[in-house]
């Protein structure tokens, strides 16, 4: 049994995992004032972190057509897969499950779709499990399981310098976005349900950094886990993060990562991103 896995670029897996797993990655589509870009391929976040900046500045995303992941599957079935399991971003906050959705009732019953529930390595680490599940050997079902399993064992926890890009792209509602800018406050958020909501608010954006590593901690429990840091243009900041999560969880701490966010997300978060998703083992 040969099983493809499918993901979308807002997985953003690690450059140090690339060649080690079979995955085939749909990239969304990144718009800046009128000029289109695939993410990974033609647009890089720090150019949406300085049309972020700029003013007058429009930038927006689109999911990939459902005809991209159509022609994909195609591909890896007549190349001789037995079954494809696509694993996408959170049906929430884009479109791209929809889509994939759409071209998997076209192309047939070997096609399974699975919504991650969230984005980045929330997203890449059941893509990553349900790759391990298909270099296993497991059938179509089993490495469908796989993804859904992992997905419900990961927590997504961000902070932003600013709620307004989020607000902007319809990610969150104004009255959440009104917390960001009164009184100073400074929200950390996650996603629930699919959705991005506040988990908890403070004062300063060094006392969210330091709120943000103890819910990973509480995340993570009293067992193993994964942990994937993302930033976007604060290399430093992430690095803290790593450096602070690596002394609390100390040998229960397997597998982690340090990446920058890709362009979509870069789109609706803003320059000062921080993140941190905890994958329990």
């Known amino acids: 049994m040969t099983i493809a896995v499918v993901t979308d670029s807002t997985a953003y897996l690690p450059a140090e995992l690339n060649g080690t797993y079979e995955l085939t990655i749909v990239p969304l589509t990144v718009v800046i004032n009128g000029w289109a870009g695939l993410e990974g391929l033609e647009v890089a976040p720090a150019e949406v972190a300085r049309a972020l900046t700029a ?14 992941f159509a022609d994909e599957y195609r591909r890896l079935l007549a190349a001789g ?23 998997a009732a076209e ?9 991650s529930g969230t984005a980045a390595m929330g997203l890449g680490f059941p893509a ?7 270099r296993r050997g497991h059938d179509l079902d089993t490495v469908t399981r796989a993804a859904v399993e992992h997905a419900a064992a990961v927590t997504t926890l961000f902070y932003v310098d600013t709620l307004e890009f989020l607000r902007r792209g319809g990610r969150i509602g104004a009255a959440e976005a009104l917390l960001g800018t009164a009184l100073s406050v400074k929200p950390i958020l996650h996603v629930q349900d699919g959705a991005v909501v506040v988990r908890d608010k403070v004062r300063t954006a060094g006392r969210a950094l330091t709120r943000l590593v103890d819910l990973a901690v509480e995340a993570a429990g009293d067992g193993e886990a994964d942990v994937a840091v993302h930033h ?31 362009a979509v997300v870069a789109a609706h978060t803003g320059p000062g991103l921080a993140g941190v998703v905890v994958h329990k083992r």
């Open 55 to 68: 003013r007058r500045a429009a930038v927006s995303t689109s999911r990939p057509a459902p005809s991209q």
């Open 81 to 103: 897969a037995d079954g494809v399991v696509s694993v996408h971003l959170s049906a929430k906050l884009s479109g791209t499950y929809e889509a994939a959705q759409l071209a």
């Open 107 to 115: 192309v047939g019953p070997q096609v399974r779709v699975v919504d």
């Open 128 to 134: 990553l499990a349900a790759a391990a599940s298909a």
């Open 232 to 262: 976007l243009g604060t290399p430093d900041r992430a690095s803290a993060l790593v450096d602070d999560l690596s002394a609390r969880l100390g040998n229960r701490l397997r597998d982690c990562y340090l990446t920058e966010v890709g």
